[in-house]
């Protein structure tokens, strides 16, 4: 990860900034809600798929979906690389190792 971009009209002093670029997440696990539904598919994962390939996402990091639907880990990866193919814009351009490495931070759990 290469650091936080701040946006201009938030005022920090030159510390706080030079600090808060320098700031990086040693690992995270996202949660994702509605995970099988339109916007997870169609914005959200293909929008976490950039930040991986532009190395803004920790060097550890787990998504774990949660959906209505009684789905395993591999299914919904499944769903997933589906929706990259349809809606991400990189997705015909990045090799097929980096793509199966975003895949596997992965993980679906049954909520209702």
């Given at each position: ?30 949660v994702?809600?509605g ?8 914005k959200i ?10 190395k ?6 787990s ?19 589906k929706s ?14 980096k ?10 759990c049954?909520?209702?």
């Amino acid at each position: 990860m290469k650091g936080l971009t701040v946006p201009r009209d938030i005022n920090l002093d030159e510390n706080r900034l030079n600090f808060l670029k320098r700031l990086e997440l040693d690992s995270m696990t996202f949660v994702l809600f509605g995970a099988t539904g339109d916007l997870a598919k169609r914005k959200i994962i293909p929008a976490l798929y950039n930040l991986f390939l532009d190395k803004k996402m920790p060097h550890s990091f787990s998504i774990i979906g949660l959906g209505r639907r009684d789905w395993s880990d591999e299914i919904y990866q499944m769903q997933v690389e589906k929706s990259l193919q349809t809606f991400s814009r990189r997705s015909g351009n990045d090799d097929a190792y980096k793509k199966k490495e975003f895949l596997r931070a992965f993980r679906y759990c049954r909520l209702d």
